[in-house]
């Protein structure tokens, strides 16, 4: 079985740091690209940013410039450094992954449950 564990959550003054991890363990034989997602309430589930298995990344435009994605492929686990926290950045962040089980012959995504970040003004 699969897990996706997202950990670094928590509540931050506006204009502090938080940094998210996310830790893909079980039978997995290949990531794919991975990323983080997040989701205010009443609103739809957005992504954040994305990365490559080789390392390539992409941003929303609304955390662009403050928030940065890596990966450690070793240790099946993605960073999200997240900086200059707005109120607008207060939402659940999920983790995901497209990957390949030891029995798979596809890819598939798999999810974190998701960890909250609560930013204060």
């Known amino acids: 079985q699969v897990q996706l564990v997202e950990s670094g959550g928590g509540l931050v003054q506006a204009g502090g740091s938080l940094r998210l991890s996310c830790t893909a363990s079980?039978?997995?034989?290949?990531?794919?690209?991975m990323g983080w997602y997040r989701q205010a309430p009443g609103k739809q589930r957005e992504l954040v940013a994305g990365?490559?298995?080789?390392?390539?990344?992409n941003y929303s435009d609304s955390v662009k410039g403050r928030f940065t994605i890596s990966r450690d492929n070793a240790k099946n686990t993605v960073y999200l450094q997240m900086n200059s926290l707005k109120p607008e950045d207060t939402a659940v962040y999920y983790c995901?992954?497209?990957?390949?089980?030891?029995?798979?012959?596809?890819?598939?995504?798999?999810w974190g449950q998701g960890t909250q970040v609560t930013v204060s003004s």
């Open positions: 995901n992954a497209g990957l390949r089980t030891a029995w798979a012959k596809a890819f598939y995504e798999y």
């Open positions: 990365i490559t298995s080789s390392g390539i990344t």
């Open positions: 079980g039978s997995i034989a290949s990531i794919n690209a």
